[in-house]
């Protein structure tokens, strides 16, 4: 995927070596990063711990909110897919403690279905 996919909101699988370097701060002793998948600025971040969800904020993208999920805390998501006329497809999850749903919205289907098959790994 290149740089119109991930500009339309699709999510590309990254370089988890490079995303591992860029969160060495943030990460514990012996977590590693086992999927990244990018959406234009902003990161789904599976590590062998966690969910982190990178949001990158403002114009130039510089302040970034890090949203950290224990697996544990997952307690149901949804994939709602683009219908006939609608282009968007759409991932939520649901954190314990919390009313409304993390949204994390995609242009086309196919990376969607990834994305949701590595969160099912980890959270069931």
């Not at 988890?16 to 789904?44: H, N, P, T």
């Not at 114009?59 to 282009?87: L, R, W």
């Amino acid at each position: 995927m290149g740089l119109f996919d991930s500009l339309m909101g699709n999510a590309s699988e990254t370089d988890v070596l490079k995303v591992e370097r860029e969160l060495s701060d943030w990460l514990i002793k012996g977590e590693q990063v086992e999927y990244a998948f990018k959406l234009y600025r902003d990161m789904i971040i599976f590590t062998n711990r966690r969910l982190i969800l990178l949001d990158k904020q403002g114009v130039t993208g510089k302040k970034t909110e890090y949203h950290t999920v224990p697996y544990k805390s997952v307690s149901h998501y949804s994939v709602e897919t683009a219908g006939t006329f609608e282009f968007d497809s759409e991932l939520k999850i649901w954190i314990k403690g919390r009313t409304e749903p993390i949204e994390k919205s995609f242009r086309k289907d196919d990376n969607i279905f990834k994305v949701q098959l590595v969160l099912s790994y980890y959270v069931l």
